[in-house]
Nanobody, 124 residues
Framework: QVQLVESGGGLVQAGGSLRLSCAAS????????MGWFRQAPGKEREFVAT????????YYADSVKGRFTISRDNAENTVYLQMNSLKPEDTAVYYC?????????????????WGQGTQVTVSS
């Protein structure tokens, strides 16, 4: 029902910034809750941020709160993750995810659709 394509990953020094984009295909993008998750090598996929259908509600993992900002532009069918003050521990593959209904937006199993991921590497 929806396809997600992440972009914007790359290599950045600690303290730097990066903006990830997730472009969604589909006629009803505004119907979907969106989330960002990340997975480092050898680690479980972890929640990063989520945003409601209208963009009015956001929630962040404690590890990124105050540094990352999730936003969406429903007219562009795109969700963003602005990452500031990056740390080496932020290094991971970042995934965009979507679902039409969420009971617990911090849980990966609540999301039905996933992008392919984009690599973010933060050097010390």
């Amino acid at each position: 029902q929806v396809q997600l394509v992440e972009s914007g990953g790359g290599l950045v020094q600690a303290g730097g910034s990066l903006r990830l984009s997730c472009a969604a295909s589909g006629r009803t993008f505004s119907n979907y809750h969106m989330g960002w998750f990340r997975q480092a090598p050898g680690k479980e996929r972890e929640f990063v941020a989520t945003i409601s259908r209208s963009g009015g509600n956001t929630y962040y993992a404690d590890s990124v709160k105050g540094r990352f900002t999730i936003s969406r532009d429903n007219a562009e069918n795109t969700v963003y993750l602005q990452m500031n003050s990056l740390k080496p521990e932020d290094t991971a593959v970042y995934y965009c995810a979507a679902n039409s209904y969420l009971l617990a937006p911090t849980l990966a199993n609540q999301y039905a659709y996933w992008g392919q991921g984009t690599q973010v590497t933060v050097s010390s």
